[in-house]
């Protein structure tokens, strides 16, 4: 028993003791580090941008990110915990940090890392461990560190869908055998080593298919004929293009590590940064004599001799196809020959480019030289006008066979010359003449008819002509100063109208068959769907980065109707960027989310208008339930009285009351009423009355002077002024009620003032009198007279009895209501 009490109290200390490390580890995690800075450059794509921001450490950024670009700060190091939680992350982009430690498992979360760049930094060895969990990268640059020696370890072991490969630098001295062990095959490998010093045969070997490899090995090791043809036949197979950088051939011996990639049939050779004798030049040639290169390029060459290559015309070059050379450089631009001797070399290339190379002439015998020629490019030069004619030979037709003509970038003017040149080259399908000095259009020209693409991009048009061949399928008019298009093109299947001046899209009857237009950075407005349907197989549209207003129309088109249709966007979405209204300047049409108010205002307004008519109604109908007009009117009215009895009141406050008052009783009744009220009523309070009839005690009740209506208003004046002047002097008010006079208007009219002054706390009168000639309850009483009602509720009134008998006390108590019986007569 005690053995199991003892292993329960073990495992239960266990249990705490687990709990309370993930409780430490969980705490770390959910508790980001406060000293670690915060990126918050990322945009909708989740790609982030924290370049250029100073960090000393890895910052904090959304763990879904999907690109993180941390180039050119002062990072250091990379610790375990700086990328946890980045599952999701793509390319990770660490170069021209300062980074000299990543720790060993620093990578492992990255599982989906496909490009990492850990260039320009100061790591001094590769460990293999940073990319042992790295299964899905397929690009690693590793160049300019300085670490001495691969192959010490497999460091690439694993990375079974690595495509792209760069490593090397300055402080590279040593590759051993097994430094690509595990790479099954490569796209492009790049490799610096200009101090290489020991090289073991077949370091680089065994990696196929690669793609292309490009090869920086000048300095002593190039010199070293025998290291340098190791590394050659490592990478050299006839379809891999190789890349030498940097070279400087000036002795035959300097060429002669050439000869193993010649040995292997290399087709495509590219030279870049090459500086190069005519001793060397003539080497070269003789190097790849025979062999079958197909692509010889040289991007950036300096030429130290004078062009005396006419000693390798003995060689066989016949299988060279294409000749790139651009950016080239002449020592000695006086004393170097022209091209005449070497034909041997000329009359067999298809493509040739000339770029950049301060060409200003190119002799009309030079040019029949390129007898196979179908691709020229001499853009970038210094041609004219005048020496474009010599160059395509007065338009003879010397260049019968050329397909594609760029003379982009050159000093052209005359576009009526350039037509007149071109015409007889009858199978030419491609012309470049952008970025030249065209400013103007004739309104004719010739062309060939096989002419399907013109570029004339770049240049100073304002305006286009019926100079434009009929056969273009393809047109680049961008960045010119043009405001419309009018020229129809009947077979066009794409235009590019980007960088211009248009305030519309032209109208796509112009071009039944166009397909894609590109239209950005104009000053477009909008545009809508009856525009596009005016091209009938337009499949695809660019139109972004434009001055547009963003009314309800076009917003909804742009963020639906047009997804519905068969034109499709094909530039970015975030280019759509209003320029007005003020209030969305700069805003993404994508999210611009306008109001029913701003984008139907009539139909608003009519909706608002037969809301507001129908609440109107409604209201109205509600208040005179409510019987508010009448509170109102007599509001108004009562308003207006007041204000023409004013003199009355203040002379009233100055004066005895009892001075002012002119009658005994103010009698309100109805028209029909007025016989009772003249038979009974009149004669009885205003005639003198016997009260008892004995008599030793026979009394007289003084008369009392009524004011009627009928009677005592002055005629002409405002009955309202009638009615408050009579209640005005009169002690009491009384109200002669009967079916007659809740059903007249009129009474009911006289009702309302009388209603309104009895009740008005300035009018200090004695409550009103009330009699029913008949039965009336106070149920009869209009509701609007509330206080009526109240008052018919809370205070005694007479009833005339249509009995005989009971007649005198009726007289008596309203005499005494009245007050009558302050005077008698003896």
């Known amino acids: 028993m005690g053995r199991e009490t003892n292993l329960h109290f073990t495992l239960f200390l266990r249990l ?72 999701q992350l793509r390319a990770l982009n660490l170069h021209g940090n300062r980074l000299a430690v990543i720790q060993p498992s620093a990578f492992d979360s990255l599982w989906n890392l496909e490009g990492l760049d850990l260039s320009d930094n100061q790591l001094t060895a590769l460990n293999p461990t940073w990319f042992s969990k790295l299964g899905a990268l397929q690009q690693l640059n590793l160049l300019n560190n300085p670490y001495s020696c691969i192959g010490s370890a497999p460091v690439f072991q694993g990375l079974v869908r690595l495509r792209r490969l760069a490593f090397g630098g300055p402080a590279l001295e040593e590759l051993k055998r097994g430094a690509l062990a595990g790479v099954t095959q490569l796209e492009e490998l790049t490799v610096h080593g200009n101090n290489l010093l020991r090289y073991e045969p077949g370091a680089l070997a065994y990696v196929w298919p690669l793609g292309h490899v490009t090869l920086r090995l000048h300095g002593p090791f190039f010199t070293n004929i025998t290291l340098t043809s190791a590394v050659l036949a490592d990478v050299s197979y006839p379809e891999t293009p190789i890349i030498l950088e940097d070279l400087h051939m000036i002795e035959n011996r300097s060429v002669q590590p050439l000869r193993e990639a010649a040995r292997r049939r290399v087709r495509h050779v590219t030279f870049r940064n090459l500086s190069i004798s005519d001793e060397a030049t003539v080497n070269l040639l003789e190097v790849f004599n025979g062999v079958p290169l197909t692509s010889l390029s040289v991007d950036g060459v300096t030429l130290t001799g004078e062009g005396r290559w006419e000693k390798a015309n003995w060689t066989d070059q016949k299988s060279i196809d294409e000749f790139f050379v651009r950016n080239v450089v002449v020592l000695d631009i006086y004393k170097f020959v022209s091209f005449l001797e070497l034909g041997f070399l000329l009359q067999y290339p298809r493509r040739v480019s000339v770029i950049n190379a301060g060409v200003f002439v190119m002799p009309c015998i030079t040019s029949g030289l390129l007898v196979n020629l179908q691709y020229l490019d001499m853009s970038d030069n210094l041609l004219t006008d005048m020496t474009l004619i010599e160059t395509l ?141 005016s091209f009938t197989r337009l499949q695809n549209l660019q139109a972004g980065q434009n001055k547009f207003v963003c009314s309800c129309d076009f917003v909804a088109f742009l963020q639906s109707d047009i997804k519905e249709g068969d034109v499709h966007l094909t530039d970015d979405e975030e280019s759509y960027v209003c320029d007005s209204p003020f209030y969305l300047q700069g805003k993404s049409v994508g999210q611009v989310r306008l109001s029913v108010v701003v984008c139907h205002q009539v139909l608003f307004v009519s909706v608002s208008c037969g809301v507001a008519l129908f609440v109107g109604v409604l209201v109205s109908v509600i208040l005179w339930r409510l019987h508010a007009f009448w509170y109102l009117k007599m509001t ?78 002055l005629p002409g004046q405002w009955i309202v002024d009638n009615i408050m002047s009579a209640m005005e002097r009169s002690r009491r008010t009384v109200f002669i009620l009967s079916e007659n006079f809740v059903q007249s208007d009129w009474c009911r009219y006289e009702l309302d003032f009388s209603h309104f002054w009895l009740f008005d706390g300035e009018a200090g009168g004695e409550p009103a009198i009330l009699i029913l000639l008949e039965p009336l309850s106070k149920d009869d009483i209009p509701k609007r007279f509330c206080k009526l009602r109240k008052l018919m509720s809370s205070t005694t009134y007479l009833e005339w009895p249509q009995e005989e008998e009971r007649r005198g006390e009726f007289w008596r108590s309203l005499r005494d209501a009245l007050g009558g019986e302050g005077d008698w007569d003896e």
């Not at 305006?463 to 393809?474: D, M, R, S, Y």
């Not at 004995?694 to 009677?711: F, M």
């Open 393 to 533: 030979c007065k338009g003879n037709g010397t260049l019968k066979d050329i397909r594609v003509l760029n003379i982009s970038g050159n000093a052209l003017k005359s576009l009526s010359t350039l037509s007149q040149l071109v015409a007889k080259l009858y199978k030419l399908t491609h012309l470049d003449i952008s970025r030249t000095n065209y400013n103007s259009m004739p309104p004719s020209c010739s062309w060939p008819s096989t002419l399907r693409y013109l570029n004339i991009s770049g240049a100073k048009l304002d305006n286009i002509t019926l100079c434009l061949p009929a056969t273009l399928e393809v047109l680049d008019l961008s960045n010119n100063n043009l405001k419309d298009f009018t020229v129809a093109l009947p077979a066009l299947r794409e235009l590019h109208l980007s960088g211009n001046k248009f305030l519309r899209l032209p109208s796509g009857y112009l071009f039944p068959n166009l397909q894609t237009l590109t239209i950005q950075s104009n000053t477009l407005n909008m545009f809508s769907r009856s525009d596009l349907q």
């Open 16 to 87: 705490r003791l687990l709990l309370l490390l993930l409780g430490l580890c969980w705490g770390q995690r959910s508790n980001p580090d406060p000293e670690r800075p915060s990126c918050h450059s990322c945009d909708l794509r989740l790609s982030c941008n924290c370049s250029h921001y100073g960090f000393t450490r890895v910052p904090m950024v959304t763990d879904r990110a999907l690109t993180l670009d941390l180039s050119f700060n002062n990072i250091t190091v990379v610790t375990d915990d700086d990328l946890t939680g980045h599952m």
């Open 636 to 713: 108004w009215a009562w308003l207006k009285a007041k204000h023409s009895s004013r003199h009355r009141r203040r002379l009233r406050d100055g004066a005895d009351s009892e001075t002012l008052l002119s009658f005994d009783a103010f009698v309100s009744y109805s028209e029909r009423d007025t016989g009772w009220v003249e038979t009974y009523l009149v004669p009885e309070l205003e005639e003198p009355t016997e009260i008892d009839g004995d008599a030793a005690n026979y009394r007289t009740a003084r008369p009392l002077t009524l004011c009627l209506h009928k009677r005592d208003f």
